[in-house]
């Protein structure tokens, strides 16, 4: 079973300097493939006809025709099931199966100044749907999102409106059908909003961005949230906000950019709060943000696509909380919208971005396959965080015969003592309130951490050891500040090429 821990023995030496894991991200020529209407302002992905393969599905912000794009399984979408919605310009949309038919219905925002309507379209699980229900919300309904704000077992909404009340909540009743809107104070002139569990409560929240920056409402289980924060404060007009852990400290950050500074934000909720403002550089006209591991590293990355540069711009996750350089990948003129999801079932995420017609002959969703080669080592969470955060684990090299390799340990606590364990086999023991990602088999050494919290180690990979070999690592750090006196960083998978 420990046929690899040879190299365990090799880790001695410590390094002046190391620079985290970068695997670069390859995305392929984009591929247009033509909408029924105009100008999308939203692109979801789902597998809408249920034969295995993920289908697109598009809303424009002019006309009625919602676009529906049937995969042919090799990421080709030139079979459309497209169909009117009831009224016109759409802004906003998600997927979900509402009504718990096993078939992903969708959900549709008319944005107009004096619109009100949110409409529930009802899968067939043959690529078609049924107008349902009509849901009325706040004037000029821009975004949606689904989640169980109740924690009733029965999906509920929520939709942000860009005039007036900004965030309406609608309690699932069953079978597809909402009560009326509940509307939550504290923001106004919404632009975009997302759902997750920021503060790691067991509970589901919701940012939204708006004119102002973005607002975090904080769920209590029951449908209600009675508190919020300024997760992102900014003088430009915020288009759009994620929620993504970029830190994987186990609580959910908020990325978000401003339109006319070109600034993609950062705020990391850490002990309870949100931590100081990060910004990144985008290129013009920064129109929408999602998150997705692009490089299977196990560690998140953020795309944002890019309406004048007609671009999708990748920052990769460090793992920290901090973002590498970007890699800009051209999609087609004027894109506004995205999505990342595997369309051509190779197990790999791909982009789907929405471009308008007034730049081109037609309006088009442009496919950019991921043609990424992953790199040897991953990323495995989570960590348990101590005295300055969630301790992170890093490796580098090739894991080739005779390369060198290197593991690096940042934000742990200064000056103490760490242990790193290795184990063929993954185990995921509790221990000490966190857990332990490797089967115990060895403990390579015991380290003491810099007075910057860190540990740097290289060596060469040794020959003999078969191509497949996986490992994992992890370590434990003596930290008086985390629950029981110790701090564990990420896991890390290592797997020979």
């Known amino acids: ?34 909408l029924s209407a105009d100008q999308p302002r939203a692109v979801v992905a789902g597998d809408f006809d249920e034969d295995g393969f993920l289908d697109l599905a598009s809303v424009p912000a002019v006309g009625n025709e919602v676009s529906v794009l049937i995969n042919d ?24 199966d509402l009504d718990a038919d096993g078939h992903l219905d969708l959900v549709l925002c008319h944005g107009l100044n004096g619109n009100h309507q949110v409409g529930i379209w009802r899968g067939l699980g043959d690529g078609t749907f049924v107008n349902h229900a009509t849901l009325l919300a706040g004037n000029f309904p821009i975004d949606v999102a689904a989640g169980d704000f109740n924690e009733d077992g029965i999906l509920d909404l929520v939709v942000a409106s860009n005039v007036g009340q900004s965030v309406a909540i609608f309690l699932g009743q069953g079978g597809g059908n909402f009560g009326a809107a509940t509307f939550v104070s504290g923001v106004s002139n919404a632009t975009s909003l997302d759902v997750g569990d920021i503060d790691d409560d067991g509970h589901l929240d919701v ?23 300024a997760a992102a404060g900014g003088y430009a007009l915020t288009e759009h906000a994620c929620l993504v852990d970029l830190d ?24 309870g709060t949100f931590g100081a403002l990060e910004s990144y550089t985008t290129g013009g006209f920064p129109r929408d943000v999602f998150p997705g591991d692009l490089n299977r590293d196990g560690i998140p990355d953020l795309v944002v696509i890019e309406e004048s540069t007609g671009s ?7 793992g920290d ?9 051209s999609v087609g003129l004027a894109p506004r919208c995205g999505v990342l999801a595997d369309l051509d079932g190779d197990g790999e995420i791909d982009l789907a971005s929405g471009l308008t017609q007034n730049q081109q002959a037609d309006p088009q969703v442009a496919v ?8 040897p080592w991953t990323y495995l969470a989570p960590a348990l965080a101590g005295a300055v955060g969630a301790p992170l684990l890093h490796g580098t090299g090739s894991l080739q015969p005779g390369a060198p390799f290197s593991l690096e340990l940042t934000h742990a606590a200064p000056s103490t003592v760490a242990y790193l364990v290795a184990g063929a086999t993954r185990a995921d023991l509790p221990v000490l309130g966190g857990v332990l990602i490797p089967s115990p088999d060895v403990l390579v050494g015991t380290f003491l951490t810099s007075t910057a919290g860190e540990v740097l180690l290289s060596a060469t990979w040794p020959a003999g050891v078969p191509q497949g070999t996986s490992f994992y690592l992890q370590y434990l750090i003596y930290d008086a500040q985390a629950p029981f006196d110790y701090s564990l960083s990420n896991g890390l998978l290592g797997l020979t090429p």
């Open 1 to 34: 079973m420990n046929r690899f821990f040879p190299f365990c023995i090799l880790v001695i030496l410590c390094a002046p300097s190391l620079s985290a894991q970068e695997t670069p991200i390859s995305l392929g020529s984009a591929q247009p493939f033509v």
């Open 73 to 96: 399984g090799s990421a080709g979408f030139s079979n459309n099931m497209d169909f009117s919605a009831a009224y016109g310009s759409m802004w906003g949309m998600t997927t979900a």
């Open 207 to 229: 940012v939204v961005s708006s004119y102002g920056g973005t607002t975090a409402f904080f769920g209590d289980g029951q449908g209600g949230f009675p508190s919020l924060s």
């Open 248 to 271: 994987q400290d186990g609580d959910l950050d908020v990325a978000s950019i401003e339109i006319y500074t070109s600034q993609l934000q950062i705020r990391r909720f850490e002990g």
């Open 312 to 318: 999708a711009r990748v920052f990769r996750g460090v």
């Open 321 to 329: 909380g901090t973002l590498f350089s970007p890699q800009t990948f």
């Open 368 to 375: 950019s396959l991921n043609l990424t080669v992953p790199g």
